[in-house]
């Protein structure tokens, strides 16, 4: 029997050392698209499947993450007496339900295996979604929503894949693909940021996941990978032939908001999505295009 996909994991101790001097004294999870924080992105994201219980794994200087979904009472009362419907409205999605969002530190920067690890207790035998903040997807359905529907069809590990250009792999986790299946891929093997002459292909996993609780078994090795750091990809390999494993090329748009350029990006396309601005976007980009 499959289990109901309940809890997400968010990883969110980094120091956000590209976006310097914004992030010195605010996380960079916090840093806005159009009119949201990343982090609402990822928590809206996960939501739409169903999701219930989250996990954000924190560092030092991260409490604002924390304090984002809690019940703002003076700015929501005030909005009230002032009668700002729309307002209210617009805050709602930020308030998580009481019991429902719990933090654990990660002490020390030793990768992201080891940021899942610290959420084991949250996790207990139960499967679990993964979302990295700095990746954001614009798409007709939600990354995740996607994931978890195959999920419910499979079972195991499912993890969102795309295809990078070859000379990019050593920046990722790449997949060694056997059967494929419509958008679905088999995954035979996984190599964590190969050079591109080792890569035994190109499709690349990006910031979503959902596990099985049994990911925690190889991660409590706290083995070192690449980077000496304790790796997510290295752990999922010892998986394979265990539980299924599948990649999802999932439909949308994957901006990289942990890069200047991709963050930059992301505020365009999201601004054009959108009916109330994607008119005046358009303006002044054609009024820049012309300058160029």
């Not at 499979?154 to 000379?167: I, L, Y």
Request: include cysteine; proline fraction near 5%.
């Amino acid at each position: 029997m499959i289990k109901p996909l309940r809890k997400a994991v968010l990883p969110v101790a980094g120091l956000g050392t590209r976006f310097l001097p914004a992030t010195k004294a605010m996380p960079k999870e916090m840093l806005t698209v159009v009119d949201r924080p990343l982090i609402q992105y990822a928590i809206d994201e996960a939501r739409s499947a169903g999701i219930e219980e989250f996990c954000l794994i924190t560092g030092r200087g991260k409490d604002s993450l924390i304090d984002y979904f809690d019940v703002a009472f003076e700015l929501e009362t005030t909005l009230r007496e002032r009668n700002k419907v729309s307002a209210l409205e617009a805050l709602a999605p930020s308030s998580i339900e009481a019991g429902s969002l719990v933090a654990v530190r990660q002490q020390e920067p030793l990768g992201l295996g080891h940021a899942i690890w610290c959420a084991r207790t949250f996790i207990g035998n139960d499967p679990f979604a993964i979302l990295l903040p700095d990746d954001i997807i614009l798409g007709k359905t939600a990354c995740m929503k996607q994931l978890a529907d195959a999920y419910h069809n499979t079972g195991g590990n499912v993890v969102a894949v795309t295809e990078v250009p070859k000379e990019q792999t050593k920046n990722y986790g790449i997949l060694d693909v056997g059967a494929e299946i419509g958008n679905m891929v088999e995954v035979k093997g996984l190599v964590e940021k190969p050079d591109p002459e080792d890569a035994p292909s190109n499709l690349s996993i990006i910031g979503r996941y959902i596990l099985t609780a049994d990911i925690l078994e190889p991660l409590s090795r706290l083995d070192r990978g690449a980077g000496g750091e304790v790796q997510l990809t290295d752990a999922m390999a010892k998986l394979i032939g265990k539980v299924p494993f599948h990649g999802l090329r999932y439909e949308g748009t994957r901006f990289d908001c942990g890069s200047k350029a991709g963050f930059l990006e992301a505020q365009i396309a999201f601004s054009l999505a959108r009916e109330d601005l994607a008119a005046d976007v358009k303006s002044f980009i054609k009024k820049y295009s012309n300058e160029i």
